[in-house]
T-cell receptor
Framework: GAGVSQSPSNKVTEKGKDVELRCDPI?????LYWYRQSLGQGLEFLIY????????KSGLPSDRFSAERTGGSVSTLTIQRTQQEDSAVYLC?????????????FGPGTRLTVL | AQSVTQPDIHITVSEGASLELRCNYS??????LFWYVQSPGQGLQLLLK??????LVQGIKGFEAEFKRSQSSFNLRKPSVHWSDAAEYFC??????????????FGKGTHLIIQP
C-alpha cells in the first residue's frame, strides 16, 4: 500500500518568508509525528498528533513553528519568518493501531533550504 | 531523559565481511529499541525492533540485533555485507511500543561505507 508522503520534496526560500510543509500519513494511521534532521542536531522530535487531539507543542524549537492536523489525517508544519538555522530535512512519520501500533513509518522528507 | 549513543560516526567494511554497529542507550524503564536505515535522499526504513522476549531479533535484509540489558546495548549485526548496504544507520529508543507521545530519541547515526 501507499506509504507516508510529504510535499514538497525540496523547498528553497528566502530568510523571513513563511513556508508550509505537508504530510500525508498512511491511511488509517492515527498517530503522526514530525521530526527535524539537521547536520548539527541529528534527528529531533518536534511534535506528535494522536487523532484529532490537541498536540503537545513543547518540542517545537520556537514560536515561529506551528503544526496542525486536519480531520485526523493530513498534517501541515508551518514555519514563519524562516531563518537560516531552520534549514534541515523535515521528516514525518505515522503509526497505526493494533499490529501496526508499535512502529513509526517515515516519509521521504522535505529538504528546506533558507537562503 | 533518554539518550542514544552511536560511538562510530563512520565505519568502512569490505564487501562480504561481517558488520557490527554499536548502540548504547540510556532509559529509565524498559526500552523499546529500533534500528532504522536511511539511504541518500530517502526517508528512514525500519530494519528491526525489540520490545521484549528473545534478546536476539531478526530484521529485514539479513540484519539482526542483540539486546543486552546489562550493557545497555543494542548492537546491529550482519554476517556478510553487500554494496547496497552502504547507508546511514540510526539506533532509536522510545517510550511505549511506538514512541508514545514523546517520539523516538535517535542516535547521531553511523555512516557505513562498503569497500569493493
Amino acid at each position: 500500500g501507499a506509504g507516508v508522503s510529504q510535499s514538497p520534496s525540496n523547498k528553497v526560500t528566502e530568510k523571513g518568508k513563511d513556508v508550509e510543509l505537508r504530510c500525508d500519513p498512511i491511511s488509517g494511521h492515527t498517530a503522526l509525528y514530525w521530526y527535524r534532521q539537521s547536520l548539527g542536531q541529528g534527528l529531533e522530535f518536534l511534535i506528535y498528533f494522536q487523532g484529532n487531539s490537541a498536540p503537545d507543542k513543547s518540542g517545537l524549537p520556537s514560536d515561529r513553528f506551528s503544526a496542525e492536523r486536519t480531520g485526523g489525517s493530513v498534517s501541515t508544519l508551518t514555519i514563519q519568518r524562516t531563518q537560516q538555522e531552520d534549514s534541515a530535512v523535515y521528516l514525518c512519520a505515522s503509526r497505526g493501531r493494533g499490529a501496526e501500533a508499535d512502529t513509526q513509518y517515515f516519509g521521504p522528507g522535505t529538504r528546506l533550504t533558507v537562503l | 531523559a533518554q539518550s542514544v549513543t552511536q560511538p562510530d560516526i563512520h565505519i568502512t567494511v569490505s564487501e562480504g565481511a561481517s558488520l557490527e554497529l554499536r548502540c548504547n542507550y540510556s532509559y529509565g524503564a524498559t526500552p523499546y529499541l529500533f534500528w532504522y536505515v536511511q539511504s541518500p535522499g530517502q526517508g528512514l526504513q525500519l530494519l528491526l525492533k525489540y520490545f521484549s522476549g528473545d534478546t536476539l531479533v531478526q530484521g529485514i535484509k539479513g540484519f539482526e540485533a542483540e539486546f543486552k540489558r546489562s550493557q545497555s546495548s543494542f548492537n546491529l549485526r550482519k554476517p556478510s555485507v553487500h554494496w547496497s548496504d552502504a547507508a546511514e544507520y540510526f539506533c532509536a529508543v522510545g517510550a511505549g511500543s511506538g514512541g508514545g507521545a514523546d517520539g523516538l530519541t535517535f542516535g547521531k547515526g553511523t555512516h557505513l561505507i562498503i569497500q569493493p
